[in-house]
């Protein structure tokens, strides 16, 4: 198994900028693409950002492409995601998530399902 655990949340103006930091533990993280997901309430979750495993391919969704940077360090154990430029509609719990499908990281990394160990979310509130 992977733990993971999101930190950096919090409530931030329009504008504004804020870092997550998603620590595994457990089996070796750097086994795992990586892949960041948020829900805002009364909606789906949904794909924000994912990364391979040795960081060659980034993937965004449209909305946050130039905005949010994911990246990360297999030696720390440690996903990051670094939110600029924020908007109220970016706010949302905010999930890191392991990749455990045997499809493709290519051709399914938006598919919440296609991700098998999650963090218990870190919320992010961007007010206008």
């Known amino acids: 198994q992977v733990q993971l655990v999101e930190s950096g949340g919090g409530l931030v103006q329009a504008g504004g900028s804020l870092r997550f930091t998603c620590t595994a533990s457990g089996r070796t993280f750097s086994s795992y693409a990586m892949g960041w997901f948020r829900q805002a309430p009364g909606k789906e979750r949904e794909f924000v950002a994912g990364?391979?495993?040795?960081?060659?391919?980034?993937y965004y969704k449209d909305s946050v492409n130039g905005r949010f940077t994911i990246s990360r360090d297999n030696a720390k154990n440690t996903l990051y995601l670094e939110m600029n430029s924020l908007k109220p509609e970016d706010t949302a719990l905010y999930y890191c998530?392991?990749?455990?499908?045997?499809?493709?990281?290519?051709?399914?990394?938006?598919?919440?399902?296609?991700?098998?160990?999650w963090g218990q979310g870190t919320q992010v509130t961007v007010s206008s």
């Open positions: 998530a392991a990749y455990s499908s045997r499809a493709p990281y290519s051709s399914n990394y938006a598919y919440p399902g296609a991700y098998h160990y």
């Open positions: 990364i391979t495993i040795g960081s060659s391919s980034k």
